[in-house]
């Protein structure tokens, strides 16, 4: 049985975690490698400013969207989807929540408020900035890895419901 408005709505979650990933990755492969590469405080200018710019955003308002309708989607789904469109909706919440929504909240976004409260010229800031760039980078990964395969199961789910 076909639910119409779960193929649109699988569709939607897998076109924005692709987006979303692939936000992360262009950050992850040549953003962070640049700003890194310049004098610590453009660097940390410039990524403060990019902070500054991303908080009132269509990505942050998606990567903030894409959780609960991923939580209600895969509830729906427990319930009223069987095979592998049931699999693939239960499963994309439980990879998109701690590896994109959990890792940001608990880990880039405080990196960037620790990054915020220091000036770009300080000498806090230059010691800060190789550790950030580092660390901030590495959980990127994960969460540019996190919304790719979320983009997969949706896909798969999508799929699996006209097939």
């Known amino acids: 049985m076909i639910h119409d408005w779960t193929l ?7 076109i924005w975690s692709a987006v979303v990933g692939g936000v992360f990755s262009a950050f992850s ?12 405080a453009g660097g940390i ?8 710019a991303v908080i009132r955003t269509q ?10 309708m991923s939580i209600a989607l895969g509830i729906y789904a427990y319930g009223a989807i069987d095979g592998a469109a049931r699999v693939a909706l239960i ?10 929504f959990l890792v940001t909240m608990l880990g880039n976004v405080p990196m960037n408020n620790r990054l915020e409260r220091l000036h770009y010229r300080s ?7 190789p550790t950030y ?21 949706y896909l798969i789910a999508a799929i699996s419901l006209v097939a």
């Open 91 to 100: 499963a994309a919440p439980i990879v998109y929540l701690p590896s994109v």
């Open 123 to 129: 000498t806090a800031a230059a010691t800060y900035w």
């Open 8 to 14: 649109y709505v699988s569709l939607f979650l897998a």
């Open 45 to 52: 200018e410039a990524m403060q400013h990019i902070n500054r």
């Open 133 to 153: 760039g580092r660390d901030w980078t590495r959980l990127n990964h994960v969460r540019t890895v996190g919304s790719v395969l979320t983009a997969g199961l």
């Open 59 to 68: 990505f942050v308002a998606g990567i903030l969207v894409i959780t609960p």
């Open 29 to 40: 492969e040549f953003v962070m490698r640049g700003l890194l590469r310049a004098e610590p």
